[in-house]
């Protein structure tokens, strides 16, 4: 004999129905609130937006082959965006991105690094100790007080054009 289903059983079917959507709904509406958030705060969906300021070219000393470049990078945008590569028609002889790190018994060596990363809202300070550039060295055509042009180009936010001013090795100070 078939046995009729009850109110109790239609209930209880309705409430493990309403709990299984629970989950979900509930999930959803956490994500939205947080991109409420996000959205609200001015930075879902921006671009980034690089700065590049603080250009320093040391001057380069008598018979050395190489000298190096500084600037501060500014990603005041919303996405993240990489710094890929550097050219100046003023250094026929090439321009490469190093990173700088300090050894046990305070030496220190450089490494040849491709590109680096500039987080949303984050900035790169340039400085002997960290990223910089390494310039070919003309050092009969730079003096100091000279306004020499870079080219930054970014993988998102594409080419910044920018000067750097040459100075004496010694007269900058870094944070």
């Known amino acids: ?76 945008g919303g996405s993240a965006d990489r710094l890929i590569r550097i050219t100046s028609p003023r250094a026929p002889g090439g321009i490469a991105l190093s990173r700088h790190r300090m050894t046990e018994g305070n030496g220190a060596y450089s490494t040849a690094i491709d590109s680096v990363d500039i987080a949303a809202g984050g900035s790169l300070a340039m400085s002997p100790t960290g990223v910089d550039l390494s310039v070919a060295a003309v ?20 080419r910044v054009t920018v000067l750097a001013v040459v100075v004496r090795p010694g007269s900058v100070s870094f944070p």
């Open 139 to 158: 050092s009969d055509t730079w003096r100091s007080g000279d306004l020499v042009p870079f080219t930054l180009e970014f993988r998102r936010s594409g």
């Open 1 to 76: 004999m078939r046995r009729m289903p009850s109110r109790v059983d239609d209930r209880q079917r309705l409430r493990d129905t309403v709990l299984a959507a629970l989950v979900p709904v509930a999930a959803c509406t956490v994500a939205l609130a947080g991109l409420t958030a996000w959205t609200g705060t001015g930075k879902a969906g921006t671009p980034a937006r690089i700065r590049v300021t603080e250009g320093r070219l040391l001057l380069p000393s008598a018979g050395v082959e190489e000298t190096a470049a500084f600037f501060r990078i500014t990603n005041e």
